[in-house]
């Protein structure tokens, strides 16, 4: 467990080249024994990713379809989550009693976390300082209460975190249905909504389509814009099994992350000793939102080498036979200055040359990615031409090849495949209207930043979040601060104390819920849940440990109890929903495609895999082919003295909920205000290693500053720099998002650095 120590300011040891090995096994075992005491820490990890027990509350990575290791599908991140989850800990009305909102304010986000889990249901009525308890019924109650007094139902947002599962999600999304809403955000819209509007556009699915299988029959996997040693730690394994099977790796990031390096599977303890996997073939250190010009020249010279030898680089029957757009995608190929795309990428010639040879012999090609793309002005044009050098190559419908754009939490991909969405398609309300037997809206409700924009403006006026901590995660932390702050009422549905429970509404609720690793029983019986990973396969998941607290209900449970008794005329079966998920299984069948047989095949070892018709080298785009699509190279001029910031996660982390001080693989410790800059800009800028400075973004509508960072030396391009999420998050302005997909730009915001004087 990582000791807080706050006088001493960052400590700085060296970057590591390899990620997992014994310090990993033994800093996960540390954590488990710390929260959860030996005994229950031996019966998680037993559970954890098997067959018959619960998803991991971390990422979305999938679990092995064949073996899994008798000792739990783990990861030291998974554990880390489930330990934080599981945590022994808890908070009664007493420790509310005890502790105002303002004093809690004053803690970061790390403490808050570490309070413990919440253990009952409390309020915050309007003009008091303190929260105090409230029965569940009268909570239901007057949450009916302020939704019936809105003199629309579009005055209501209904927020999601991804860690909700199939069956609450769905429940959730048909309850603002019949309420009369569409705004239904989530926390896509902070993550991957850039890759659904990119993909949507372009190859008509909005899902990756390869499968672990791929994995290790594919000769090239391209990972852009990922830190899977820290973020999906199980992908190590996939690609370990690449390289075992001959396949070579490129990785695109402008700072060279831990893991992709070398691999020392944890699962193998004997190899923990050894050297481990040399994963990565070739490293091109991108300047921050350099992928266009590099992808761009890298399509050039594949297109010179297709041109001097036909076959040599494209697959050209493919594209024929299946794309569109390809004569004008080639025509603005040609008109490129190689020179200018590699110096707007900021890679060397060499390199990018290198790239384009091995992408060239590839046959079978992978390309990963996740929010170094998603989250620029220009994110939808990023995955793009992720999907152009996927077309050109003929990466469909072919085995160890395809998108593979990695999720983020456990089940965002599930909640958006239930419904959840603030657009949600044709087909899904008709479906919807059919069986619920109450017409849908059809009005596109708000994104994230619509809703944040629509509270602090007064047109939204009740916030209930499924999860999740929208203070701390969304951009302008007092702007969003403010829109919480404006609402008549605010609700928490959540496991752990946040940010979010403390930028209050007038009335405040907290509703604590089981977490996933816990027994959720009805009438005597466990009742199982669903998630669906980042590959579509959806699995069961049952808790094995006993609840925190005799106080907290299950989230369908909660969702149905506001149902209940906000929608009086309400045929929907509420109550016994609540009391047997199966029955809301037996619904989800016939709204939703790929689901039929739902119950029997969620039971069947591993669950089931949906379909997506992208594996069938079927593009349902309106003209039924994929497009090709041209994308301007962004403008990456900087204002002098100032500096394209990256926010990004470290090692000791899940996004809001921070579990320790160590980002071990970049060696940095103690601090979380950091800003790794390179040493050149430091030189120029007079600045010292662990220096004080401000940081301030004065291309904002309102300039957003943070005082009291400490820069780092740190190899990342000349003119980038990098801070934590979300420690930064109060730079990062919600005016500016992605073009089409709003979100918001946390990977580049120009910032200028000044030394504290
Ligand atoms: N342990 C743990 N696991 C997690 C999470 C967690 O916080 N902790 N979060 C979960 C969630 S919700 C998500 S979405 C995923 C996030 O997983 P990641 O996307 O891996 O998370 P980030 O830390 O945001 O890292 C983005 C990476 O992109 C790089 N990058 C930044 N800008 C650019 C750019 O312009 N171009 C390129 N090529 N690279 C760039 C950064 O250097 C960094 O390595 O992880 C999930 N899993
Ligand atoms: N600067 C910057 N900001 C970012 C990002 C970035 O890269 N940079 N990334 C963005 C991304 S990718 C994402 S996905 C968002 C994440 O945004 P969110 O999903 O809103 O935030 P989390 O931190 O994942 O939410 C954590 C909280 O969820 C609650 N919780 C945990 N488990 C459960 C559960 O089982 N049930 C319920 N009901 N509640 C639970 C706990 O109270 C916990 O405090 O942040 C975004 N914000
Ligand atoms: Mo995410």
Redesign the pocket.
């Known amino acids: 467990m990582s000791k807080i120590n706050k006088e001493k300011g960052p400590g700085l040891g060296s970057i590591k080249k390899s990620s997992v090995g014994l310090p990993a096994i033994l800093s996960t075992l540390n954590m488990g024994l710390f929260d959860l005491g030996p005994g229950k820490s031996t019966r998680v990890m037993r559970k954890m990713n098997q067959f018959d027990g619960f998803d991991c509350p971390?990422?979305a990575w999938p679990d092995p379809d064949d073996e899994r290791t008798p000792f739990g599908e783990y990861c030291e991140?998974g554990i880390?989550?489930i330990a934080t989850e599981a945590d022994s800990k808890t908070i009664y009305a007493d420790f509310f009693k005890n502790h105002g909102i303002d004093e809690l304010k004053s803690k970061t986000e790390m403490e808050l976390g570490k309070l413990g889990r919440i253990a009952e249901p409390m309020v915050k009525l309007p003009g008091a300082t303190h929260y105090t308890p409230i029965a569940w019924e009268e909570a239901f109650a007057l949450i009916a209460k302020n939704l019936k007094t809105l003199s629309s139902p579009d005055e209501a947002v209904f927020y999601t975190s991804?860690r909700t599962s199939n069956e609450a999600a769905f429940m959730y999304q048909w309850f603002a249905r019949e309420f009369g809403t569409n705004n239904l955000p989530d926390?896509s819209h902070l993550?991957?909504e850039s890759s659904a509007k990119a993909m949507m556009k372009t190859i008509g699915v909005s899902k990756g389509s390869v499968t672990l299988n791929d994995f290790e029959k594919t000769d090239l996997v391209i990972i852009?814009?990922?830190?899977?040693g820290?973020?999906?730690p199980r992908m190590l394994t996939s690609l370990e099994k690449c390289k075992k099977n001959g396949g070579k790796i490129i990785t695109?990031?402008?700072?060279p992350?831990a893991g992709l390096s070398a691999f020392k599977n944890p699962k193998k303890l004997l190899k923990v000793f050894g050297k481990g996997t040399i994963l990565s073939d070739l490293y091109l250190p991108?300047t921050?939102?350099?992928?266009v010009p590099l992808l761009k020249a890298i399509l050039q010279l594949l297109f010179y080498e297709e041109r001097k030898r036909p076959d040599a680089a494209f697959d050209i029957p493919f594209i024929y036979e299946n794309t569109e757009g390809y004569e004008a995608f080639a025509n603005h190929l040609l008109q490129q200055d190689f020179n200018t795309l590699a110096d707007a990428s900021g890679v060397e010639r060499a390199l990018i040359k290198q790239a384009a040879e091995m992408i060239r012999k590839s046959e079978k090609m992978i390309i990963c990615w996740?929010?170094?793309?998603t989250q620029?002005e220009n994110a939808v044009e990023n995955i793009q031409e992720v999907i152009n050098l996927l077309l050109v190559k003929g990466a469909f419908g072919k085995e160890g090849s395809g998108p593979c754009p990695?999720?983020?939490?456990s089940n965002?991909q599930g909640d958006r495949t239930m419904g959840i969405t603030e657009a949600p398609s044709a087909s899904f309300l008709k479906n919807l209207k059919e069986t619920a037997g109450f017409a849908p809206p059809e009005k596109p409700g708000y994104t994230v930043v619509e809703a944040i924009k629509a509270m602090e403006s007064g047109k939204a006026k009740v916030f209930v979040s499924l999860g999740g901590n929208l203070a701390s995660a969304a951009p302008d932390a007092s702007f969003t601060a403010r829109a919480l702050q404006k609402c008549t009422l605010t609700v928490q549905i959540s496991t752990k104390l946040n940010r979010s429970h403390l930028e209050t509404g007038e009335t405040a609720l907290i509703l604590p819920c089981l977490a996933r690793s816990e027994k959720d029983v009805s009438n005597g019986n466990i009742q199982l849940v669903s998630t669906e990973n980042a590959m579509g396969i959806v699995q069961s998941s049952k808790g094995v440990l006993p609840p925190c607290s005799p106080h907290l209900k299950s989230e369908p449970d909660i969702v149905a109890g506001i149902a209940r008794h906000t929608l009086t005329e309400t045929k929907t079966l509420w109550k016994s929903w609540a009391a047997n998920y199966d029955e809301v299984r037996e619904v989800i069948e016939k709204v939703i495609p790929g689901f039929q047989d739902f119950n029997t095949r969620l039971r069947k070892k591993g669950g089931f895999i949906l379909p997506n018709s992208l594996r069938e080298k079927t593009f349902p785009t309106p003209s039924g082919k994929a497009q090709f699509t041209i994308n301007e190279v962004p403008d990456l001029s900087l204002p002098d003295r100032s500096f394209r910031m990256?926010t990004?996660?470290s090692h000791d982390?899940?996004?809001t909920s921070i579990y320790g001080l160590i980002d071990r693989y970049r060696g940095i410790k103690n601090d979380r205000k950091i800003v790794m800059m390179n040493k050149k800009d430091m030189d120029a800028l007079g600045l010292k290693s662990k220096q004080k400075v401000n940081l301030s973004n004065p291309f904002s509508p309102d300039t957003l500053q943070l005082s009291g960072f400490s820069v780092v030396p740190y190899p990342i391009p000349k003119g980038c720099i990098?801070t934590y999420?979300p420690e930064a998050n109060a730079l990062i302005s919600i005016q500016h998002t992605a073009k089409t997909s709003q979100t918001p730009i946390y990977?580049?915001s120009i910032i200028t650095v000044s030394p504290i004087t």
């Open positions: 971390g990422c991140n880390k989550a991804g926390c993550c991957h852009l814009g990922q830190n899977p820290s973020n999906h695109i990031n402008p700072i992350e991108v921050i939102n350099g992928d996740s929010m170094g793309l620029h990695v999720r983020g939490h965002v990256m990004i996660r982390q899940f996004n990098a999420f990977k580049s």
